[in-house]
């Protein structure tokens, strides 16, 4: 049986800034979370789907934000979830061309995103892009880089999680991808503008 | 200056990778510092490494998604008005049948045989008769409440007597002197029987049943105590009721 728990703020965000127990981190901001945000999006014009996608989102630019040293702890967790939440929601809104005039003088006297934040998580259709292309990648390119740059496992631990003959041959496999992946991001001048921003904000 | 070599490239990857020494490390930074070129080669490759992370990250968000819409949207048991109706009484009986349960539990563990005879005992008391001016030097005394007085003017006596006995029996077990109480009644009861009279004879049997209680005697009482109850006409069967005898009981089980 799964031993459900919550985590403390500073746990959490230690968790997401060290990649350990990413699942039941992840995990723990659903439960504390998920319905509070897909509550806003849903009185706000949203759909249950709408909120769920939103509640993705919002997630991933979380992460990607605490990783990058953006989240300094000046606000809660909960606070910060809320306010990119709105921030998403509303960009989406107004991407529909459905922002109310009452959501958006709301967004205006409440939302305060920082600037390197906003563009974290702004450019929903870049992002939509870079999983594009890395989703054009073949099954094995995909699951070597993701083994080695996503999980961090060692060439050793990915020898054992595939069918080649040394660490060498995953080695080379792995440069082949890289490269591949590199002409497939740079022949898209707006994808490197969008990953640009994910680096660096 | 143009370091675009397949060697320098793998530099580059090693550097992304982090798996240089750090003297090769500095070399290359340095290299970098001063060629834009192999800064932009470097940033498509930071810029990559990137993409896959976002991928994994959306990935395994999408993969834990699908998990928590199925554990946070689990639909919830709808119970019943019957049902809920049974549960709500049978939950009111269990708590009433522990609350009983816990009452008589502490009834019989809290049981003494000094409770039962507090709960039992009140002090004899003479009647007092109007007008009447001949009472005895004894009656006198325990009317004083003289117990030690009365006791003394019993064993004093040339001749016996029984309502003096009966009397010194109640100031012995007033004064907790349980074994002279029950010799004092007894006595009292034997010499009823020897006369085939029945002077004081009820009061002696009621007060020498407390007296076998509190000295712990609950055979002895129980028999007592199930004739007085049995004989209607005895003066204290009214008082001797079934939770004085059970109470005996369970005494004499503990």
């Known amino acids: ?201 | 200056m143009d370091n675009s070599t397949p060697e320098m490239d793998e530099k580059l990857v090693r550097l992304l990778d982090g798996d240089l020494s750090p003297e090769e490390r500095i070399t290359v930074e340095q290299q970098l510092a001063g060629n834009a070129l192999l800064l932009q080669q470097y940033d498509r490759l930071l810029a990559t490494k990137a993409a896959i992370r976002h991928f994994g990250l959306q990935q395994q968000v999408g993969a834990i998604h699908s998990q928590m819409m199925a554990e946070l949207n689990a639909p919830i048991k709808k119970i019943s008005p019957v049902r809920k109706m049974i549960r709500y009484t049978s939950a009111i009986a269990a708590g009433i049948l522990l609350l009983v349960a816990g009452f008589f539990a502490y009834q019989y563990f809290s049981l003494t045989p000094e409770k039962v005879f507090s709960a039992n005992y009140q002090a004899y008391e003479l009647n007092t008769s109007r007008g009447t001016t001949t009472n005895s030097l004894i009656e006198e005394a325990f009317r004083q409440k003289k117990y030690e007085e009365v006791i003394r003017l019993r064993d004093a006596a040339t001749e016996p007597n029984i309502k003096n006995e009966f009397l010194a029996g109640a100031a012995a077990l007033e004064l907790n002197n349980l074994s002279l109480a029950r010799q004092r009644f007894a006595s009292v009861i034997e010499q009823n029987k020897t006369a085939n009279t029945t002077v004081l004879n009820d009061e002696a049997e009621y007060y020498l049943a407390l007296t076998q209680v509190r000295q712990k005697d609950f055979a002895a009482a129980v028999m007592l105590l199930e004739k007085i109850q049995q004989d209607s006409g005895h003066t204290y069967s009214a008082k001797v009721k079934n939770g004085l005898l059970n109470d005996v009981r369970k005494l004499s089980d503990q």
């Open chain 1, 1 to 201: 049986m799964e031993v459900i728990r919550n985590f403390p703020d500073s746990e959490l965000v230690a968790n997401i800034r060290s990649g350990q127990r990413m699942e039941d981190t992840i995990k723990a901001i659903y439960r504390g979370h998920f319905e509070g945000l897909c509550w806003y999006v849903m009185n706000n014009s949203g759909s249950r789907q709408d909120a769920e996608d939103i509640f993705q989102e919002v997630l991933v630019s979380f992460i990607e934000l605490v990783q990058q040293d953006k989240f300094r702890g000046e606000s809660t967790v909960k606070t910060f979830l809320y306010s990119l939440n709105r921030y998403t929601w509303l960009n989406e809104l107004k991407r529909r061309g459905r922002a109310l005039a009452r959501e958006e003088k709301y967004e205006k006297g409440q939302v305060h995103i920082e600037m390197d934040a906003g563009h974290t998580i702004a450019n929903r259709e870049g992002k939509a892009e870079v999983l594009k292309v890395v989703a054009e990648l073949g099954d094995t390119c995909k699951k070597i880089l993701l083994l080695f740059y996503y999980e961090n496992l060692s060439m050793k631990e990915i020898l054992d999680q595939t069918d080649y003959e040394s660490e060498q041959v995953v080695r080379n496999k792995k440069y082949k991808c890289l490269k591949q992946l590199e002409q497939m991001v740079n022949a898209n001048p707006a994808l490197r503008e969008t990953l640009k921003n994910l680096i660096h904000g």
